[in-house]
């Protein structure tokens, strides 16, 4: 029950505005555990490494579209990188226009620490 009242409000938050939103939800020093990834991120083609922060690229759906429906994606890659391209941002845009407003999980990579990428993604879901 609770699991779906978390979900219902997310959704009610997600589809409250109408533009593209940027939510930082942690970085490696204000996360509950750090990644141990260090320097700055690096972007090849659509695929984002050396991730270390974060951040949920939100997309209101279509108002003339609205389900009231909202998802949230969490991009591809093998714990190596994100293809935060075709599977997010792309993903996210698609859904948006079709009546579900997305919110697309740029989360911190592993690193060999498996817990890293569940608590980014459980922060996401909050």
Known sequence: MRRLLVLTALA???????????VR???NASAPHDNGLRGGER????????T???VLYVYAAD???ATGQAAVGCPGG???FLSIG????AVGRWLAEHGVTAAVLKY????????VPLEDTEAALR
């Open 63 to 65: 108002p003339a579209r």
């Open 108 to 115: 911190r990579l592993p690193n060999g620490r498996c817990e």
């Open 78 to 80: 093998g714990y190596r």
């Open 25 to 27: 939800l942690w970085n």
């Open 52 to 54: 270390t922060e974060a």
């Open 12 to 22: 009610a938050a997600l589809t409250a505005g109408a533009q593209q939103r940027i």
């Open 43 to 50: 972007v090849e083609e659509d695929r984002l490494f050396n």
């Open 86 to 89: 075709g599977d997010g941002h």
